[in-house]
């Protein structure tokens, strides 16, 4: 069976914009923008004109299969990262095995881990049913790699990972004062980008 794939990054920063910019340029653009519009739920487009009343909730950065969100927040921090996983009922039954609460919607299914992070779990098979949507184009290419997580006890979070979630290729997991994601790649077939992201997040 695969392993999961990492190809989900959501951020909290108080500076959006220039989070947003950085990621216009390393071909990331913005795909839609969420908030509300008097208390109701909307979406818009980044070439649709927004209403005065719009209250900014968060924005998504697509392309291939690279992912990430934009949220605004007090402090820059990693809010969750998200994986795509063949086991994904599996997956679901070993976390709560754990004592991780399992926490889902119509939408997404969050493992809460012991530590201040969450991770969103989606099923292989959507990974598989969009990239066949993208197989005309070169988008499919675009994938996560090399991300390097830093957490004040790497060895009991790797053990929760490889329990749980099985190896992620994708992920590194190391010790450090606090949990932060130093950086991720953006990898195509001809070329990495790799970003620190401290300064995408202004920290």
Known sequence: M???????????????E?????????????????????????????EDAVPDEFRFKLQVHR????????????RPRIDHLGLRSSDFDGTLERARARGSSVRQNSRRTFVMTPWTFRVELHPRA??????????????AVYRIEDALLSVPDAGAVRTYFDAVFGD??????????????EE????????????????????
Do not use: M, Y
């Open 2 to 16: 695969d392993g999961p794939t990492l190809f989900h990054l959501h951020f909290n920063t108080p500076d959006i």
């Open 18 to 46: 220039s989070a947003a910019e950085r990621l216009e340029r390393e071909g990331l653009p913005c795909k839609r923008r969420f908030g509300t519009v008097r208390g109701e739920s909307r979406s818009f487009g980044p």
């Open 63 to 74: 392309r291939g299969n690279v992912d990430i969100t934009l949220a605004p927040g007090k």
């Open 126 to 139: 959507d990974e598989e049913r969009e990239t066949a949507e993208r197989s005309e184009s070169d988008d």
């Open 168 to 181: 992620v290729p994708q992920l590194a997991i190391e010790s450090g004062e606090e949990i932060w994601l």
């Open 184 to 203: 991720f790649t953006i990898a195509t077939d001809d070329e990495t980008t790799t970003l620190d992201v401290a300064e995408l997040l202004g920290a």
